[in-house]
Nanobody, 124 residues
Framework: QVQLVESGGGLVQAGGSLRLSCAAS????????MGWFRQAPGKERELVAA????????YYTDSVKGRVTISRDNAKNTVYLQMNSLKPEDTAVYYC?????????????????WGQGTQVTVSS
């Protein structure tokens, strides 16, 4: 079993930056693909970014390309989401997710473990 705990959310003005962190328990973190999803009020949850178990492959949804970077530190069992040039439409609850098979997946079905989420609010 893997437990995921997100941190780093908050209120920021448009154009600002935030770095989200997701700390994972367990010894198998380095074999998991990791993803960051978000869900805005009234909308479906969507994948923002994902990274393979080794960090060698990444995925970004089109709306965040060039503004967001996903990274991981397997020695610290932590995955990060650096978000720059934030926009009001980035406002959402951000969830960290882990996939046992190690490869990047763009669907929720590719992830087995989920954190509780952290709120990101971008004011205009």
């Amino acid at each position: 079993q893997v437990q995921l705990v997100e941190s780093g959310g908050g209120l920021v003005q448009a154009g600002g930056s935030l770095r989200l962190s997701c700390a994972a328990s367990g010894r198998t973190f380095s074999s998991y693909a990791m993803g960051w999803f978000r869900q805005a009020p009234g909308k479906e949850r969507e994948l923002v970014a994902a990274i393979s178990y080794s960090g060698g492959r990444t995925y970004y949804t089109d709306s965040v390309k060039g503004r967001v970077t996903i990274s991981r530190d397997n020695a610290k069992n932590t995955v990060y989401l650096q978000m720059n040039s934030l926009k009001p439409e980035d406002t959402a609850v951000y969830y960290c997710a882990g996939g046992r098979y190690g490869t990047v997946s763009s669907s929720e079905g590719g992830y087995d473990y989920w954190g509780q989420g952290t709120q990101v609010t971008v004011s205009s």
